[in-house]
């Protein structure tokens, strides 16, 4: 039988001597690469930060307020001289509705006809037929008025509502011609019921005045109060 001869103990010992020293190294380099990875990932956290903060400067801004005092009443309001972002369907509300207050509240003689048509071109039956009757008979706004008096409304604000229907404020500044210094200035508020609907039917000419069929079927203004003053005069 054969016998397997014992290493000396010299060399079991540095055998194992070396095998440590092995243990050794593969730790120091697990370490390294466990700390270049956590420094990879840093780095990586810190680039992602400095980009979300630059993406979130141009959000930082000051909005400055403007206090505004209306000239009649005295009352005050803060508004905001920032930008105001709206949507484009309010931005054709609100130009429309504008376009056709002050076509329907405006008497101007040289204009009278160009804001008849304007009206025409806006109007439902319903409203027209009471805008119409302003100027029949013999009582009619424009032969009664003529070139002697001059009405000139100031649109003030605009609030839409979500069932199609608006009211809006303004001031309309009645002049008579003949004594400079008689003007009354007044303020009103209109509600109008509107709608876009299809141009089917209609000239071209019409449609260019029209184009996207705006049309005012309901329209009320009354009055919120009255003041005299002299043209010239700050009230």
Known sequence: MFR???APAGEVREVAK???????????????????????????LVMLMVVSLMLLIPLKQVVPYVVTVDRLTGESSITSSGKDFVANSTLNDKHWIKSFLIARERYNYQLLQHDYDTVKSLAGDATWKSYSKLYEGSNARDTVLAE??????????????????????????????RNP??????????TLRYRYQAQSGKREFEMIDNPLGFTVEGYQTDPEFITKTAEGAKP
């Open 181 to 190: 210094e008689d003007v009354v200035l007044t303020r009103h508020v209109a």
């Open 148 to 177: 002697n008096t001059e009405m000139l409304p100031t649109v003030l604000s605009i609030t839409l509502h979500n069932n199609g229907t608006a009211t809006a404020r303004y001031e309309l500044r009645t002049r008579n011609l």
């Open 18 to 44: 070396l095998s440590w020293e092995a243990d050794i190294v593969l730790n120091e380099r697990r370490s390294r690469l466990i700390a270049w990875r956590v420094a990879g990932i840093s780095m990586v």
């Open 4 to 6: 397997f001869k014992r």
